[in-house]
């Protein structure tokens, strides 16, 4: 099952023509769908319109180099770690999730059109890869509907709970479950499960791609763009128009602000964790 790819077996039956065509077909509906998402939430018209406006707040000008390194620091950061997550099993859960998806679609093209009949040899390391990912997807999504979501653990609704926000992780779940479900009838010469294990694997994995606009698929592209414009707002200045972070100890800061030693003391204590005294069990 893991060393097989379940494409090329496939192709006895449905042509590498229409496999080709149809992950065409699901790269332009996400396309499509991410771009009428843009139109609908004015994402794009709202990102230019915000960059103007602290542009002209801006108090200092941020230079290509220092862009270049905020880049650098989205990309290990909020990209790669998901660094913007306090609560460790939700950050894993996302990695987990993410990773498992980006290996899962990207092997699943690599053997659709590089390896799509059995007379082409498969590398052993693409259908290991295949299944990894499905298994990493699986596991950091069932992760995040049984025990993370903020509906069910901070509010205690039912896991079973379904809204149209729900949509994504879904078919994520249904998608990478029925597709380690093919791809172990396949291998086992079960014929009637592995043909429905199949159609559900492709409805699961169309619901995916071609419901971008009603879903949170789109919001991948959007979250860097965000975390870069919020850091260069840091570093020009601007900061959103919201107040600087300041250290109460500080001599400059109290001159500043007068009324700190007058009602704080000139060493103001400590105020505690505030809202963080109760362990997080939501976003």
């Keep these: 099952m893991f060393s097989s790819n379940p494409f090329s077996a496939l192709s006895a039956s449905i042509s590498p023509t229409i496999m ?18 843009m139109i609908h939430k004015k994402s794009a018209q709202y990102f230019f319109e ?30 790669l770690t998901s660094g913007e997550f306090c609560n460790v099993k939700r950050r894993l859960s996302h990695l987990l999730t993410m990773y498992g998806f980006v290996i899962f679609v990207a092997t699943t093209a690599i053997m659709i059109f590089a390896y799509p009949t059995p007379t082409m040899h498969t590398p052993a390391i693409l259908p290991q890869l295949w299944h990894i990912g499905a298994l990493m997807l699986a596991i950091g999504g ?12 901070a509010e205690g609704l039912s896991w079973y709970r379904f809204e149209r926000a729900d949509l994504f992780i879904i078919s994520l779940l249904t998608t990478s ?81 007068p009324d700190i030693p007058e009602y704080m003391g000139k060493k103001p204590e400590y105020m505690g964790d505030g809202i963080r005294r109760e362990k997080a069990s939501h976003y």
């Design 20 to 37: 080709q065509g149809y992950v065409i077909l699901m790269i332009l509906l996400v396309i499509g769908g991410t771009v009428l998402d």
């Design 177 to 257: 479950t029925f597709a380690l479900a093919w791809s172990y009838t396949q291998s086992q010469g079960i014929a009637g499960w592995s043909v429905l294990a199949f159609v559900l694997f492709i409805a699961s994995s169309t619901i995916l791609f071609g419901s971008v606009f009603w879903s949170k698929f789109a919001h991948m592209f959007f979250k860097p763009a965000a975390a870069f414009q919020k850091r260069t707002t840091v570093a020009d200045g601007s900061r959103e128009n919201l107040p600087a972070e300041y250290d109460l100890t500080d001599p400059e800061v109290q001159k500043r602000f």
């Design 50 to 79: 915000n960059a103007k406006k602290e542009k002209k707040n801006a108090k200092r000008s941020v230079s290509t180099g220092e862009k270049a390194s905020i880049a650098v620091q989205v990309l290990l950061d909020e990209v």
């Design 142 to 153: 069932y992760w995040f509907w049984f025990f993370i979501r903020v509906d069910v653990s």
